[in-house]
């Protein structure tokens, strides 16, 4: 039995909708997102049931209008090129007065989520009508990631007993295949922006994402799409910063003086630089994620993370070119580990006092975390070198996990030594726990893990 067929077996019949009787709530802004990235199929089929192939997502619209412009579509193998819409809902479209706006003149393709009805047309002011797609709200789920629940009760499940009695071999192999799983699937996702983007925007939005740390990671990303590297690189590397933090949303006018004497001159040449790029990055407030400063530790803080993004920015070409090479991608992680600023050196934030000691702007901990959600995962041929890398501490995902397959984080301390067990871990516990809603009463792995067994020889 391979990993995949494990699913397979066990997959849940249960429809979520007929379950639920309601669309589960989305952002629509992450869904934009995940759309831009390439998370959803490239191949639709209209309310007309005209064939449409998605070229280019487009660029996000940092201004009033449609959320994507100059982007590319073919429908029936006629290209197209103009603005996107996605809305949550195809009357959307209407309450939100598109129909009557001529911004929305041009719009070549509308996307919802909920189609309230079919004989709902999408139409300009001029009365054209406009090609909609439907995303479903399960493959919605699935480009998110979001399986169907957060997370179980935190107590034994049904597979407690199966694997007390499993081999070591056999849950080794389980859990080898559970990993490496988990990888082609960041690896289809990464290779998905690539064909959209290219190579080096799918790495940069990969490592913003890395930076933002589980609570701005959505805002890192939602940044570095609407920051393109190829377009942040066109300027002076003295301005890369500035650009980010104001696209960010993080600059003011009047910032500097409310700054330690020490960080004043600095913040005012920021705001200076900012200045004349302000009309081409500023996003409108409607458009602007919100960042998450509350509980953060210092050397987490979303303004350090962005000092990071634009470090790494500066030394582009080279980062993104020994990204390519094969791992242990030493050339890469030495690159990005010594990343340095004057200013960011000694402070956590924008506006904070001045630290004695120097601070790294990545630590090893989120090194190693991009290695392996991002890099590792994209050469399966290396797997040798990817198991050798440890496991850093447990974190609350992983200590609920082992407390739910062996009863308790002691009884997993075998599986817990390397990386990919982590990795493997998680992957059974979204694939099995946060997809069965009847607290293991029906769930099937638990009498599917008698059937595995290992296959190394």
Known sequence: MTYPSLLKVTANKTNILAENQAIPRFDELEVQSRWFSGNFSRDHLSNHGQKIS???????????????????IEVDG?????????????????????NRSTTFDDIILHIVINDSSPSFFTRTSNHRDIPRITLSPAEVSTALSRPRLTQVLARPGHCLRPLAHMALPDITSLLRESAKY?????????????????????????????????????????????????KLLKHTPEDFGAIIFGTAGFL????????????????????????????????????????????????????????????????????????????????FSKSLSAL???????????????????????????????????????????????????????????????ERLFGSLANAKPYLKFAWQQQALLQVYQDFCLEDLSDCIECSFPEQLAQWKSTDD
């Open 252 to 331: 003011s006018p009047n910032l500097h003086k409310t700054a330690p004497d020490d960080s004043r001159e600095w913040l005012e040449g920021l705001w200076t630089r900012w200045w004349k790029h302000r009309p081409n990055y500023e996003f409108s407030i409607a458009r602007t994620p919100a960042w998450s400063t509350q509980a953060i530790r210092p050397g987490n803080h979303p303004q350090r993370r962005l000092a990071a993004l634009a470090a790494a920015a500066r030394q582009w070409p080279w980062l993104s070119k020994s990204a390519r090479q094969t791992p242990p991608f030493k050339n």
């Open 78 to 98: 006629e290209r197209h090129h103009g603005p996107i819409e996605l809305d949550l809902d195809s009357r959307n479209w209407e309450r939100h007065g598109h």
């Open 340 to 402: 340095s600023e004057p200013f960011w050196d000694h402070h956590h934030t924008l506006l904070s006092v001045r630290t004695k000691k120097p601070i790294k702007l990545i630590g090893k901990s989120r090194l190693e975390e991009f290695l392996i959600n991002t890099l590792y995962p994209l050469h399966p041929e290396n797997w040798a070198e990817f198991q050798k890398i440890p496991a850093s501490a447990p974190n609350q995902k992983v200590k609920r996990c082992c």
């Open 54 to 72: 998605i070229i280019s997502p487009g660029e996000w619209n940092h201004g009033a209008g449609p959320d994507f412009i100059n982007a590319t």
């Open 182 to 230: 988990r990888a082609q699937l960041k690896a289809r996702r990464f290779k998905g922006t690539v064909e959209l983007h290219g190579f080096s925007q799918a790495l940069w939005e990969a490592l913003a994402d890395a930076l933002g740390f589980s609570a701005n990671q959505y805002p890192m990303r939602l940044l570095a799409q609407r920051l393109p590297i190829k």
